[in-house]
């Protein structure tokens, strides 16, 4: 491409600052270096835990960044040693990495690597080195992707090639939300057929993770939400039972505990609230109840009493629904294709990267929003709408 080698100058949403609107700029994307891809970003996802890092965590040396984790998009130039991919591939940026050499991706009793963005500074949710730069500033990349971006630059190891005949509005939800609730069921809790199972909070993660139940042969599904307009969605994935906390008096492990005539095989936390995640293991039947930890947060610490786990209940969390990212991310592609898997019926909105702080708006406030008890976003898709071919540094000068 003509772009090849050359910065290109894009738009962007930068956060310059926590806790402020997003704005969009004008930023340098460099080209990509030794085993490294840049990629136009097509569509992606508003997820919670861009919220998080801009209203919640708020690190100090998180900041300025471009946030956005869940995208997919085209390979537009790749760097030296990179043999996987080619200009013109689909793929998924994969805020997890899977180099496929260490011990950790050779065991497969997990999913992280010891390579990738987390390993530098996962509080600031970036790593030091950067490919951006805005008004002759650094500019972060959040989650090692950044796709509130027209471009990006990624390494290899952390991107996954799929199909060409995958729609990117649609498979964009597959880089996070999607995988992690889904895999959390299926991969991490493991439901067995016939089991009772429930998934507290109907946000995207929440959805899949109830979608996964299904899937995996789940005879009750109960849904648990502070927000009853989520029910009828969440039909759709497969829940069959409904419970709003607000309606009861009394505990919701209480209420699920006389539901189920002692508890839950499998309980899903899908908000990333800690009393939540307690609630959740206290709904599951002792002797083998298993509860899953799957909404993000790393600001307050979560208490059980000990006798709950001695009495057999298993508590797991899960990152990335348990999906080794470069494998499982083509896989899950290939199931939607072949209608093992819902995707579109996620989408609540198409915006474009100039309205991203409305998408943020609706997540927090609206028709797609989290709020700080038992709801979680509905997917918000930005598709980007190309009003103008990239500039390269020097088109730009001329």
Not at 237 to 261: R, W, Y
């Amino acid at each position: 491409m003509a772009t090849a080698g050359k910065v290109i100058k894009c738009k962007a949403a930068v956060a310059w600052e926590p806790n402020k609107p997003l704005v969009i700029e004008e930023i340098e994307v460099a080209p990509p270096q030794a085993n490294e891809l840049r990629i136009k970003i097509v569509a992606t996802g508003v997820c919670h835990t861009d919220l998080y890092h801009l209203f919640e965590g708020m690190h100090k040396d998180g900041f300025p960044a471009v946030l956005g984790h869940e995208g997919a998009g085209i390979v537009e130039s790749v760097g030296p040693g990179v043999t996987e991919f080619h200009p013109g591939d689909k793929v998924i940026p994969l805020f997890i990495a899977q180099c496929r050499e260490c011990r950790f991706c050779k065991s497969p009793k997990t999913n992280q690597c010891v390579k990738g963005w987390a390993v530098e500074n996962p509080s600031a949710m970036a790593c030091a080195e950067s490919r951006f730069t805005c008004k002759g500033k650094k500019v972060l990349q959040f989650m090692g992707t950044s796709t509130f971006s027209e471009y990006t630059v990624m390494n290899q190891i952390a991107v996954a090639k799929i199909d060409p005949a995958a729609p990117l509005d649609k498979v964009c939800l597959l880089g996070c939300g999607v995988c992690t609730g889904y895999g959390a069921a299926v991969n991490t809790a493991k439901v067995e057929p016939g089991s009772t199972c429930a998934v507290f909070g109907l946000g995207a993660v929440g959805l899949a993770a109830v979608m996964g139940c299904k899937n995996a042969g789940a005879k009750r599904i109960i849904a648990v939400d502070i927000n009853p307009d989520k029910f009828e969605k969440a039909k759709v994935f497969g829940a069959n039972e409904f419970v709003n906390p607000k309606d009861h008096n009394k505990p919701i492990n209480q209420v699920l505990s006389e539901m189920t005539g002692g508890g839950v095989d499998f309980s899903l936390e899908c908000v990333g609230n800690v009393e939540v995640m307690r609630s959740a293991l206290e709904s599951c039947v002792k002797g083998w109840g298993v509860s899953v930890l799957v909404g993000w947060t790393d600001l307050y610490d979560f208490a059980a009493r000990p006798i709950q786990l001695i009495a057999g209940r298993t508590w797991k969390g899960s990152l990335f629904g348990g999906f080794k990212s470069k494998d499982g991310v083509p896989q899950m592609v290939k199931a939607y294709l072949d209608k093992k898997v819902k995707l579109d019926e996620f989408i609540t909105h198409n915006m474009t990267l100039a309205q991203v702080n409305e998408a943020i708006e609706l997540m927090k406030n609206g028709k797609c929003r989290r709020t700080d008890q038992i709801t979680q976003i509905l997917a918000c898709v930005l598709k980007r709408v190309q009003a103008r071919r990239p500039k390269s540094k020097g088109q730009a000068e001329k």
